[in-house]
């Protein structure tokens, strides 16, 4: 048995499951997710902690839970610890607990290949789920809803020319010192990069903070700010949206990592930042000296840094 406890929003979510499948699939065995860290609403001591929901449910595959889903919701509106440490321990019953001791990628676990086990951490390396790419974009990925028709409208014209999706990540990343926010001469330089040998590139920016880049991004070519009345179920219209342009200037944000991946144009170019963890950060919150800072493992090696 494998299960994966599960944190953050939609993109960490994609990172933690891919890991949990791949080892399910190389044991035969059956993959579980533990929510109880997830759905937890008591407080919690860093203010700029952001609470988040299960979001896997955008896509058409189900997962199975150590305590149902429904339960686990019902569960979580009591506000009480106790209860998630419950859920916690019950989930973890009988198995190793594999913790992530630092962001990055961990190579003995992938020679180990461990069975048995809970895995706690973000588990935002490629190399984790290597083996299985292929699946998870024609099943596990799939999507669950339908798109609007002005959606469906708005992807067919993606579709047709030099697209190029820009992501901006603000709101909880102006506080993150961990992340930290990019700014918006990193985008300039990302478009003028791409620009320079995509022909007629057309600009589809998608944000956090939609008015935000209405004021302070300006391009040379036509743009257009993707508001969010495309965002569709937990934003998964807005992902499908962002994963049908053919290039990317991206981030340091996992859906917007996600959105680069699942895009399958065979001309896709990629702008990812050089550092994708806030490289005036001293320590990072495991308090590891071999800190990956850059995102080594994280960030495909034909993806371009900037």
């Known amino acids: 048995m494998i299960v994966v406890r599960l944190m953050g929003g939609l993109g960490n979510q994609m990172f933690q499951v891919a890991w949990g499948l791949r080892l399910a ?7 579980y997710l533990d929510t109880s860290f997830l759905l937890d609403r008591t407080p919690q001591p860093d203010p700029t902690f952001v609470y988040r929901g299960y979001d896997l449910d955008v896509f058409e595959h189900s997962f199975r839970h150590r305590v149902p889903l429904t339960l686990a919701r019902a569960l979580a509106r009591l506000r009480k610890k106790r209860v998630h440490d419950w859920m ?3 989930a973890s019953r009988g198995l190793r607990h594999i913790r992530e001791r630092r962001v990055g990628l961990h190579p ?4 180990e290949l461990p069975n048995n086990c809970i895995l706690d951490g ?8 290597a083996p299985i790419e292929g699946e998870l974009k024609a099943s596990y990925f799939r999507f669950r809803l339908p798109m609007s028709s002005e959606a469906l409208q708005l992807q067919e014209e993606i579709s047709s020319v030099q697209s190029i999706c820009i992501n901006v990540r603000r ?8 992340h930290g926010a990019m700014g918006g001469d990193y985008f300039q330089e990302g478009v003028e990069r791409l620009g320079a040998t995509v022909s007629d590139p057309r600009i589809y920016i998608f944000s956090d903070d939609v008015e935000w880049c209405r004021d302070n991004l300006k391009f040379d070519h036509p743009t ?5 009345t495309y965002q569709g179920f937990k934003f998964s219209t807005y992902l499908r949206l962002m994963a049908s342009c053919r290039h990317f200037v991206i981030p340091n944000s996992t859906f917007a990592w996600w959105a680069a991946w699942l895009g399958n144009h065979p001309e896709k170019r990629v702008i990812a930042p050089r550092f994708w963890f806030n490289p005036e950060r001293e320590a990072d919150f495991y308090g590891a000296k071999d800190f990956d800072r850059e995102g080594r493992n994280l960030v495909p090696a034909e993806w371009e840094r900037l």
């Open 25 to 31: 699939q190389h044991h035969r065995t059956r993959l």
């Open 88 to 90: 916690f321990r019950w």
């Open 108 to 111: 003995e676990l992938l020679r």
């Open 122 to 129: 973000y588990w935002q390396s490629i190399h984790y789920f």
């Open 171 to 178: 709101t909880d990343f102006l506080t993150n010192s961990f």
């Open 224 to 228: 257009t700010v993707v508001d969010h």
